[in-house]
T-cell receptor, first 110, second 112 residues
Framework: SQELEQSPQSLIVQEGKNLTINCTSSKTLYGLYWYKQKYGEGLIFLMMLQKGGEEKSHEKITAKLDEKKQQSSLHITASQPSHAGIYLCGADYSGYALNFGKGTSLLVTP | DAGVIQSPRHEVTEMGQEVTLRCKPISGHNSLFWYRQTMMRGLELLIYFNNNVPIDDSGMPEDRFSAKMPNASFSTLKIQPSEPRDSAVYFC??????????FGPGTRLTVL
């Protein structure tokens, strides 16, 4: 069974619209990482959350970790074509390696 | 600064052949990870090295897969013999201890 679930699997939004991607864990996390992957390329680190209730922002992307440290959301404000790609959440359960969700594919249309 | 370097970027080989993937981690990082990404299973950890020592290889599919890290600046992942089901994108990532993992661009492997 998948310990880390991401939703939605795919998303098509119009440029300028806001969107949210969710990541739910079946157990408590040491930490939660968000990465972005351009099609056919490697993963680019976005941000990491460790504390329950923590929220971080980078440019127009905000990520939150809930108090129980089992769910995280990634919110993009005023989406742009440059935001397109696959967003992956990675859970730190072991203190070193990451378990990844299946990813959310985002397409931003003009 | 150079990120994680992987080679080759693309590899096409025939079933039964030996395949060697290479990785150069970020200088100063002491942890190295090999992951495999497929459509069906997503991104999965194959093996984790810390200070050049394999710590967790529970994700290595079978004996056909082997990984080495002879020094702090180089690692290899070898598949012998390769099979069509090994076709995937293989990523190498490095980190400083338990800090953020930085990924290489990946090697896209196709086994015919």
């Amino acid at each position: 069974s998948q310990e880390l679930e991401q939703s939605p699997q795919s998303l098509i939004v119009q440029e300028g619209k806001n969107l949210t991607i969710n990541c739910t864990s079946s157990k408590t996390l040491y930490g939660l990482y968000w990465y972005k992957q351009k099609y056919g390329e490697g993963l680019i680190f976005l941000m990491m959350l460790q504390k329950g209730g923590e929220e971080k922002s980078h440019e127009k992307i905000t990520a939150k970790l809930d108090e129980k440290k089992q769910q995280s959301s990634l919110h993009i404000t005023a989406s742009q074509p440059s935001h397109a790609g696959i967003y992956l959440c990675g859970a730190d359960y072991s203190g070193y390696a990451l378990n990844f969700g299946k990813g959310t594919s985002l397409l931003v249309t003009p | 600064d150079a990120g994680v370097i992987q080679s080759p970027r693309h590899e096409v080989t025939e079933m039964g052949q030996e395949v060697t993937l290479r990785c150069k981690p970020i200088s100063g990082h002491n942890s190295l990870f090999w992951y495999r990404q497929t459509m069906m299973r997503g991104l999965e950890l194959l093996i984790y090295f810390n200070n050049n020592v394999p710590i967790d290889d529970s994700g290595m599919p079978e004996d056909r897969f082997s990984a080495k890290m002879p020094n702090a600046s180089f690692s290899t992942l070898k598949i012998q013999p390769s099979e069509p089901r090994d076709s995937a994108v293989y990523f190498c990532a490095s980190s400083l201890s338990e800090d953020t993992q930085y990924f290489g661009p990946g090697t896209r492997l196709t086994v015919l």
